[in-house]
């Protein structure tokens, strides 16, 4: 039997793709830096793994990693956060030693994970923005002459829309720039688009840039309100957006799964908003469509060959019901529609990102880390501060 360790359990993306590899004859390690996480729940996790804080002690966890699977027999090793891409993307030849990886390059991972030099290679590549403003090309005195209000301003990396803030005015905008530099790095400074929606592409790519799978959904519901993770999404078949999200990767040199994400202006337009260069949060939605991208990554990463899936299910929703689609239902206002929407259960072309009859200890999961995360003062304003 083929073994697969699967890091950042307490992701959703982590439970999608332990659900997708243990469908699929796999015995699956999961781990994190705490032991109660979701994805520690599911069926499918045979053996639990508690490594150094990834965000903490960097090079702790790195060398805990690379410690463990000398002495296991793992035909792969899947992260899906930030953090623990980048770390893997970074020791990979160190790792491949011992297992197998599918990931960018380093010095390309880093060029994605910033989001400011994501937003000048898609300029490069001709791919629609939002009008930004870099400070190091000009002072802050000068963008606040020429920057039309209400304007965003925006960390180059962080996630979760963490430290976004709106400014309405010049005073304002100095505030804000001195205080998310002091959290975040020097930000960048763009316009507030009037967005009629968004929409979002999913894209593999292997080493020489082609395309292996593709797959869009539009993001119906999400949370915070101002703007966050998907809540509640429809998969689509958005050619447009694919079209620009294959023009940046490849830009880029990627190798790997991307999610792509576009706000959609008022007259159509899809702009860039930011690149997730990892597995995103409902990866279980194309799965259900019909575009299983950790099994496709997993198949690369062995070395095996794939069949590139030419259709998918379009209409297909997916839901993040607990805790998001209940904090969404609560912070939006108590509307009988809404009441209705939220309770109702239409299993049909429907899926979950925890819910499921086949596994559903993973509801329980859900509740352990929601303690865990309540009980940990720098975890619970990891999960509260996203508003702006």
């Keep these: 039997m083929k073994r697969a360790l699967v890091l950042d359990g307490r992701s959703l993306s982590s439970l999608a793709v332990v659900r997708s590899l243990g469908s699929n004859g796999y015995r699956i390690h999961g781990g994190d830096s705490f032991k109660w996480n979701l994805?520690?729940?599911?069926?499918?996790?045979?053996?639990?793994?508690?490594y150094p804080d990834p965000e903490d002690s960097p090079h702790h966890f790195t060398e805990a990693i690379i410690d463990h699977i000398k002495h296991e027999n793992y035909d792969v090793v899947l992260p899906t956060?930030?953090?623990?891409?980048?770390?893997?993307?970074?020791?990979?030849?160190?790792?491949?030693?011992?297992?197998?990886?599918?990931?960018?390059?380093?010095?390309?991972?880093?060029?994605?994970?910033?989001?400011?030099?994501?937003?000048?290679?898609?300029?490069?590549?001709?791919?629609p923005t939002p009008k930004t403003y870099f400070p190091e090309r000009k002072s802050i005195e000068q963008i606040a002459d020429e920057i039309s209000y209400p304007a965003l301003v925006r960390p180059r990396r962080s996630a979760g829309s963490r430290g976004i803030t709106r400014v309405e005015s010049d005073r304002e905008l100095k505030s804000a720039f001195l205080e998310v530099k002091e959290?975040?790095?020097?930000p960048m400074i763009q316009e507030y688009?009037?967005?009629?929606?968004?929409?979002?592409?999913?894209?593999?790519?292997?080493?020489?840039?082609?395309?292996?799978?593709?797959?869009?959904?539009?993001?119906?519901?999400?949370?915070?309100?101002?703007?966050?993770?998907t809540v509640v999404g429809k998969s689509t078949?958005?050619?447009e957006a694919k079209e620009y999200a294959k023009r940046l990767l490849t830009a880029g040199n990627w190798k790997g799964v991307a999610e792509v994400e576009f706000i959609v202006d008022q007259q159509g337009t899809?702009?860039?908003?930011?690149?997730?260069?990892?597995?995103?949060?409902?990866?279980?939605?194309?799965?259900?469509?019909?575009?299983?991208?950790?099994?496709?990554?997993?198949?690369?990463?062995?070395?095996?060959?794939?069949?590139?899936?030419?259709?998918?299910?379009t209409n297909v929703t997916y839901r993040w019901v607990l805790p998001n689609e209940i904090l969404h239902f609560l912070k939006s206002g108590i509307?009988?529609?809404?009441?209705?929407?939220?309770?109702?259960?239409?299993f049909k072309n429907t899926c979950y990102g925890t819910l499921s009859f086949d596994d559903p200890m993973a509801?329980?999961?859900?509740?352990?880390?929601?303690?865990?995360?309540?009980?940990?003062?720098?975890?619970?304003?990891?999960?509260l501060d996203r508003e702006w």
């Design 39 to 50: 994805t520690s729940f599911s069926k499918h996790v045979d053996k639990r793994l508690v």
């Design 183 to 186: 959290e975040y790095g020097i």
């Design 363 to 383: 509801m329980i999961g859900t509740g352990a880390q929601s303690i865990n995360f309540l009980l940990d003062k720098e975890k619970r304003q990891s999960v």
């Design 237 to 239: 078949d958005d050619s």
């Design 335 to 346: 509307e009988i529609s809404d009441m209705i929407e939220l309770f109702q259960s239409p």
């Design 270 to 313: 899809p702009r860039l908003l930011e690149v997730n260069p990892r597995f995103w949060m409902p990866v279980q939605l194309p799965i259900e469509a019909g575009v299983d991208f950790p099994m496709l990554v997993t198949k690369l990463a062995e070395g095996e060959s794939v069949t590139r899936p030419i259709e998918y299910k």
């Design 193 to 229: 688009v009037e967005k009629t929606g968004y929409t979002t592409a999913c894209v593999l790519l292997d080493g020489e840039q082609n395309e292996v799978a593709s797959f869009s959904y539009e993001r119906i519901k999400e949370y915070p309100l101002s703007g966050g993770p």
């Design 81 to 127: 956060r930030d953090v623990t891409t980048s770390l893997l993307s970074a020791n990979q030849d160190r790792i491949n030693e011992y297992t197998n990886t599918y990931l960018a390059s380093s010095d390309v991972m880093d060029v994605f994970m910033d989001k400011g030099e994501t937003i000048k290679l898609a300029n490069d590549a001709q791919v």
